[in-house]
């Protein structure tokens, strides 16, 4: 009875507009209209806003595009190249490095008649063994049906030899943010690092991607004589640089005279700041053209950027706080505690072991087992990995180096986040609190 009812006012709603007994509610058609025939265009191609968008030009990235390409330059002769090893910051263009080079490489490739095949695997998502392999499969069409036979993983990564054997082609296998996989399956890593001594006819490449800067420290040596054969280190981009970019792009994304050139300086400074996040800004200019189409306006302006730059944050605090683990989000907190504390003018930048002392005192407050300083100090690279945090190596002179450690994001927005938790929301001061400049 109940579908019956509901199909009834749909029905009534679609035909005249109306809902029968009850408040006319959001009328669809106009706001679907909006975009089907907009007043006032300003997206040509929004997907060009996006980091996942290749551009034909990829601007202050020319020494890093030719050192892969060199890397990677032997295939074309038959030969195999080494392994690469590629990191830096979130956003600072090795992804998109990568899938510009191997896209020209392929179609190089093509035009030459050389059989040249590449697999990209996001170990975020695919991060076992077994998903590793069976992707590879699917990437050489193995006749199997891989995941509904049971096979044990050596048996799906032979029947992956065999078929790339058998195709007699040269294979680059792309693991981005390949630290993950490390995580949880060192030995699938192992395994592709050496699988050419297995193979006669066919040749396979990896190019590893990670934003941790010091993955290769924590790698098993076996794996690390051949992952890192050679490195391409990525520095942040420059407020200067993500202008050029943003413009670029923009010319590509928007119509013309629809971005104002103090939208693109906002977006490039903001996420400068942030590491020099390219696909920061590129989200904050896509945003910030949204809420300007949302309010039916003719131009983006760097208003429209500090909208932006709000819904953002507050979406990303959100979304990366849910999936902390408790220890992360008490070393999360401490750090708020500090980096407000810092108002007062007596107080320095936190450094790691001030950050581990306030971590501890909250474990007892907590009731929880803390965990080891270094575990702590894993956990602040993993918050600046994030974005949460930003955590600078500093010189002491004689006394050697240490982290000094402050906020990335609006400490209002970490306590929101963190209230939602009922075994941290017993120890958080009031939201008040971080409104006040003095603790």
């Known amino acids: 009875m109940t579908g019956i009812s509901e199909t009834i006012i749909y029905n009534n709603y679609s035909q005249t507009g109306l809902v029968t007994n009850m408040q006319k509610g959001v009328d669809l058609d106009d706001i679907f209209d909006r975009f089907l025939k907009p007043k006032t265009p300003i997206f040509k191609e929004r997907d060009a806003l996006r980091a996942t968008y290749i551009p034909d030009f990829l601007p202050h990235r020319d020494r890093e595009i030719q050192q892969l390409a060199n890397i990677l330059g032997p295939i074309m002769a038959g030969d195999i190249p080494s392994n690469a090893f590629l990191y830096g910051k979130p956003g600072s263009g090795k992804t998109v490095v990568t899938k510009y080079v191997i896209k020209h490489l392929h179609e190089k490739a093509a035009d030459a008649g050389i059989k040249f095949e590449y697999s990209f695997i ?19 069409a193995v006749d199997t049906e891989i995941a509904t036979t049971g096979l044990s993983t050596d048996e799906i990564f032979n029947k992956f030899s065999e078929k790339l054997e058998e195709l007699d082609l040269h294979l680059t296998i792309i693991l981005d943010e390949v630290d993950l996989l490390l995580k949880k399956a060192s030995k699938s890593l192992y395994g592709l690092t050496r699988i050419n001594t297995d193979l006669l006819n066919s040749k396979v490449s990896i190019i590893g991607i990670t934003n941790n800067v010091s993955f290769k420290e924590q790698i098993d040596a076996r794996i690390r004589s051949t992952l890192t054969e050679q490195e391409i280190v990525f520095s942040p981009y420059t407020a200067t640089q993500l202008r050029d970019i943003l413009e670029e792009r923009s010319r590509i994304g928007f119509y013309d005279d629809v971005v104002t050139s103090s939208a693109i300086e906002r977006a490039s400074g903001i996420a400068a700041s942030e590491h020099g996040d390219a696909r920061r800004a590129l989200d904050l200019l896509r945003v910030a053209g949204e809420v300007a189409e949302t309010n039916q306006e003719q131009k983006v ?86 974005g949460m945090i930003r955590a600078n190596v500093v010189s002491k002179g004689r006394h050697g180096r240490t982290r000094i450690i402050r906020l990335a994001v609006q400490a209002l927005e970490i306590h929101r986040a963190l209230e939602k938790d009922p075994r941290i929301f017993e120890i958080l001061p009031n939201p008040e609190f971080w409104l006040t400049n003095q603790p």
């Open 122 to 140: 996001n170990c975020q998502m695919i991060d076992t063994p077994y998903r590793v392999y069976a992707t590879l499969c699917d990437t050489v």
């Open 301 to 386: 302006t760097a208003d429209h950027v500090k909208k932006a730059s709000t819904v953002i944050e507050t979406d990303t605090v959100k979304e990366v706080l849910i999936t902390l683990p408790i220890h992360a989000k008490v070393v999360l907190l401490a750090i708020a505690l500090l980096d407000h504390e810092r108002s007062s003018p007596k107080h320095d930048l936190p450094t790691t072991g001030d950050v581990y002392k306030l971590y501890y005192d909250l474990c007892k407050q907590l009731v929880l087992d803390d965990l080891t300083q270094r575990r702590v100090g894993d956990l602040i690279n993993e918050l600046d990995v994030l």
